[in-house]
């Protein structure tokens, strides 16, 4: 069993920076793929990013490709997404991902765990 814990949301303005982390619990860690989705209100949740165990391979949506970056620290047990040039568009509550095998697929019933979400709202 793996719990998940998202942090940094915020409020930022358009053009500024977050950083999001993503705690996990578990021995296992190390073993998932990790991934990163959000939800807008009125709207589907969609995948945002994703990294794969070893983390040799990074997957990103068009939408947020050159402007995020996903990363992992397995002695920490934490995975992050910097978002950089950030849009209004970009405001959508943030949930954190993983499981075995996940990837390349950037389908959520992949994934097994997932974190309770991190809002992020970007003003204009």
């Known amino acids: 069993q793996v719990q998940l814990v998202e942090s940094g949301g915020g409020v930022v303005q358009s053009g500024g920076s977050l950083r999001l982390s993503c705690a996990a619990s578990g021995r296992t860690f190390g073993d998932y793929d990790m991934g990163w989705f959000r939800q807008a209100p009125g709207k589907e949740r969609e995948f945002v990013a994703g990294?794969?165990?070893?983390?040799?391979?990074?997957y990103y949506a068009d939408s947020v490709k050159g402007r995020f970056t996903i990363s992992r620290d397995d002695a920490k047990n934490t995975v992050y997404l910097q978002m950089d040039m950030l849009k209004p568009e970009d405001t959508a509550v943030y949930y954190c991902a993983g499981g075995p095998s996940a990837l390349p697929t950037r389908r959520g019933y992949e994934f097994n765990y997932w974190g309770q979400g991190t809002q992020v709202t970007v003003a204009s």
């Open positions: 990294i794969s165990w070893s983390a040799k391979t990074r």
